[in-house]
């Protein structure tokens, strides 16, 4: 391990406190914007909903504090209090119970709640972000830890359910906290960076075990940790010859585009080959700054695939999901994966019947370009991994032929003889 490189203080603030504090904490003071640390960043793009939100809501904000991705995440919305200056939580019904439940943390960034304001709470990108008491309804099947990772670490905060492939779980922070997170019990009991010590014993895992040819780092948001952390980390993978491709899975692109630096790119860019998985949502999140941000990131040649969990009210629709993707490949994201929502305690507002997302997929194939297509997967409760999952284009075999159903549900003989 590097000594020279501190441990991690980021994010220095309100993380301090436990989960279940930051939850409670409706009566603190908003700690005054002035005084937090900016961090010296060349991102300059500023979109219109975020400009009239930051005369608004932080009138005394210079564009360098706004485009600091530090400043983002200090001056984030971690409590009812403020975020009642945004949107109208009066229309969350028992917000007092809510506020006192120990649920996973609120946390939104500026510039991802510019893209909520004035919105009703009812909007899809509000609802994937503001707690509701639906939250508090377990239902049948749901656990803390649905894909049962835990029981799959051989080493802490390493996930090796494949052969040839591990989950790094880097850190235990996000800058947005998405109500349906998989790692809730993750993101919630550790809401802080575990630091660059916490890593040593995944590395050595890594290192002795040469099957291992594709890590994945994940969390909590690695994109949230400083470049020196992140690149102590990209270096220390790279050293292991066995490893081949390196993944970041992060939601930072879509949530706090101001990280997506020239700096941090340089830097990323000396470890490839290296992918991106990013989280997406919604076409609304797509804004000038996310569209700097992905720019940036592919030009750095990161190839990017977009993870999109399918989500009842917020983008449970064919046209929501084809304008998705039509965005996607617009800012060189491939789309990639759309997931069936994993039982969470608290989640079944958010779960569509699997014949939705089969709806969904029909929906696209045949209708838009095939790169526009991701492939739907359950992630099979107990840890069975991803289970692709497509409508029944094969309709079985008559004799030598077997029967195809096309896009427009046509059937169509291809002849393919037995022997
Ligand atoms: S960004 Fe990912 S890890 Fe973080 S809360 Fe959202 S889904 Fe969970």
């Known amino acids: 391990m590097n000594e020279t490189i501190e ?12 989960s279940i504090e930051v939850v409670l904490e409706t009566s603190l003071p908003v700690k005054p914007f002035r005084n937090t640390e900016i961090t010296k960043s060349d991102f300059k793009v500023i979109g219109p909903q975020a400009r009239r939100f930051r005369e608004n809501i932080f009138p005394e904000a210079t564009d360098k504090q706004w485009n600091s991705w530090r400043w983002q995440i200090q001056n984030s919305f971690t409590n009812f209090k403020k975020l009642s200056e945004i949107i109208d939580i009066r229309t969350i019904e028992n917000l007092d119970f809510l506020s006192k439940s120990r649920k996973l943390p609120l946390r939104i960034t500026p510039y991802y709640a510019s893209l909520l304001y004035g919105k009703s709470i009812d909007y899809p990108l509000s609802k994937s972000v503001v707690p509701t008491t639906r939250e508090l309804v377990i239902s049948p ?47 919630l009991k550790d809401k802080k960076h575990f630091g660059i010590k916490a890593w040593e014993t995944s590395i050595s895992y890594i290192q002795n075990n040469p099957d291992i040819r594709d890590v994945v780092i994940s969390g909590g948001d690695p994109l949230t940790m400083p470049d020196k952390h992140i690149e ?13 491709i390196i993944r970041i899975g992060t939601k930072v692109p879509m949530v706090l585009p ?27 999140e797509i804004t000038p700054e996310v569209t700097e941000a992905c720019a940036r990131i592919s030009d750095g040649g990161i190839v990017m695939g977009s993870q999109s969990v ?29 997931y ?7 989640s079944s507002h958010f779960r569509t019947p699997v014949t939705k997302s089969l709806e969904i997929i029909q929906g696209l194939r045949g209708f838009t370009s095939g790169y526009a297509i991701p492939h739907y997967v359950i992630d099979a409760p107990g840890g069975g991994g ?3 999952l497509l409508p029944e284009y094969y309709q079985g075999r008559e004799g030598d032929y077997v029967m195809l159903k096309n896009y427009e549900g046509k059937t169509y003989k291809y002849y393919d003889p037995e022997k």
């Open 258 to 284: 101001q990280r997506i630096t020239k700096k941090l790119v340089k830097m990323l860019k000396k470890y490839h080959p290296l992918y991106m998985s990013v989280h997406c949502t919604h076409p609304d």
């Open 141 to 187: 099947g749901e656990e803390s830890d649905p894909l049962h990772e835990d029981a799959m670490c051989p080493v802490e905060n390493l996930v090796h359910r494949y052969p040839d492939r591990v989950l790094m779980l880097s850190t235990g922070f996000c800058s947005v906290y998405c109500r349906y997170c998989t790692r809730s019990h993750m993101v």
């Open 310 to 338: 399918l989500l009842k009210g917020v983008n449970d629709s064919v046209e929501t999901m084809k304008t998705l993707m039509h965005k996607l490949l617009k800012l060189r994201i491939r789309p990639y994966y759309i």
């Open 386 to 388: 991803k289970i692709p």
């Open 232 to 244: 102590f980390l990209l270096s220390s993978l790279r050293a292991i010859p066995h490893v081949e």
């Open 7 to 18: 441990q991690d203080s980021e994010p220095p603030i309100r993380e301090a406190l436990s």
């Open 340 to 346: 069936q929502c994993d039982p969470i305690p608290g």
